[in-house]
């Protein structure tokens, strides 16, 4: 039985040619937004991974849209030449699609990065004024945001567009937009966490205008070739939250928008939240909203462990793809593994087709190793 995991999916230009995602992993080992030679390490091993894609981690579109002081930014020129020098890595000797999730922490901005040796939360020191709908913190403790104004609003959407039109630059293959977890986008679409009593606050289709006023945006600047697609949380898991109802009508939405994938997590707007988290939990959140739409791709997330599991995602039309961040960190190697649990084929690259079941014990295939990129 051919795989469905490993077959290929197209969006706009782009064929992915398995729907195995690499999704967004914070490494927070960047300096003033600029990635360092630990993100050539990171990105690298993914970029040869025989994924269908690989997204960048959560990386802010202005300083403050940083969720700490060691996040990804791409709002600078040092910011743009420092990630173009990894892309270009990638692209040398890659074979897998990159992309980058653009992003805006608001009010979970300015705080503590892992390995830094602080405790989680706000930096005690040398942090930055946050923004957000309304001026509510995220917990108790928590500094409030400043409640963005018409000219932060614009400020902020501009932002995003700078960014997308960097990225371009750079030669992502694809964009996908963060509004899960708390962050700003999805702080607009929460009543939890917007409080506002204008045309942005109020009733679902106010909280929805904002991040459909970015889509927009950012869909006018990127190639109409290349995809553009979000990640949202389908709920708050919080009585009177965003819930699975209200990400159908964002999702339509977006899909009449010509949104090239939806991504679908959970939780994360606020710190009280009861997720019952366990093996592939997001995934019925997932296949609601696949059910609702007409066609647009959907992405399933959350403690997918295996290739079986993954393929029976697919095969049974819960999801159109699979992505996977945690089980990836632990093993870089799982699409491979996949592919042959299930069958099928996947692209590695030559320098370690010996490692290969079909191919262990027999010499290295004759393969002409690129350029390496300029420094």
Known sequence: MDSALFSPIRLRGLTLKNRVVVAPMCQYSATDGSASDWHVMHMGQFAISGSGAFICEATGVNPEGRISDRCLGLYSDDNENALARVVAFCKAWGNTPVGIQLAHAGRKGSTTAAGSGL????????????????????????????????????????????????????????????????????????????????????????????????????????????????????TDWVDGGWTVEDTIVLARALEARGCDFFHVSSGGNTPDAAIPAGPGYQVSLAARIKAALAAMPVVAVGQVTSGQQAETIVRTGQADMVALARAMLFNPHWTWQAAAELGAETAYPYQYARCHPSLRGTPIPPGKPPAPPAR
Do not use: C, M
């Open 119 to 234: 405790p989680p939360g706000p930096l005690p020191q040398g942090g930055w004024p946050t923004v957000a709908p309304s001026a509510l913190p995220f917990a108790p403790g928590w500094p409030a945001p400043l409640a963005l104004d018409a000219a932060g609003l614009a400020r902020t959407r501009d932002a995003f567009v700078t960014a997308a039109v960097r990225a371009q630059r750079i030669g992502f293959d694809l964009i996908e937009l963060h509004a899960a977890h708390g962050y700003l986008l999805h702080q607009f679409l929460s009543p939890l966490s917007n409080r506002r009593t204008d045309a942005y606050g109020g009733s679902l289709e106010n909280r929805l205008r904002f991040p459909l006023e970015v889509f927009d945006a950012v869909r006018a600047a990127w190639p109409a070739d290349k995809p553009l697609g979000i990640r949202v949380s389908a």
